[in-house]
């Protein structure tokens, strides 16, 4: 059996954690980003609106969306690769929807301090590249996978 064979073999068999554990990285940087936004508020100068309650309901399906494609980036799942792409895009939005979106006639950075403000933008764009790079190694190693065992025969594909 060739080298490259081999590794499709061993992928049969091996979860693909790389996929995996971006997604969980993706999903602690968000909570790590809610929880610096939500604790330096002043809410003396910070007025609780609608999109204040839109935000926490995305936060809380990002964060079980993400978490369910994990699971299903572990197995290899070329669909939910794209999905998990179109997710990192997404919160690349919401940077520009929330962070610098007007809060009481002023934008986030102006309401928490500033070095909070960064962490959080930082970590938006982290999920982002977590996600993505996620997304893109699913995609490369799960078409493999599907190339190989589309080769193989019914009896050889039982044996899994």
């Avoid at 996929?19 to 508020?41: D, E, R």
């Amino acid at each position: 059996m060739e080298n490259k064979n081999l590794h499709a073999e061993m992928m049969r068999y091996r979860n693909n954690k790389f996929g995996f554990w971006m997604c969980i990285l993706a999903v602690t940087l968000q909570c790590f980003s809610f929880m610096f936004i939500y604790h330096c508020l002043q809410l003396s100068k910070f007025v609780i609106s609608a999109n204040t309650g839109i935000d926490i309901l995305v936060n809380i399906v990002f964060l079980l969306f993400v978490f369910l494609a994990s699971e299903k980036l572990k197995a290899y799942d070329v669909k939910w690769g794209y999905i998990v792409i179109g997710i990192g895009l997404v919160n690349l939005i919401r940077i520009y929807t929330y962070l610098f979106s007007p809060y009481s006639g002023e934008n986030l950075i102006n309401v928490i301090p500033a070095h909070f403000f960064w962490i959080s933008f930082a970590c938006y764009i982290l999920v982002a590249i977590c996600l993505t790079a996620g997304g893109v190694v699913t995609i490369l190693r799960g078409k493999e996978l599907n190339a190989y065992l589309a080769t193989l025969s019914d009896e050889e594909k039982g044996a899994h």
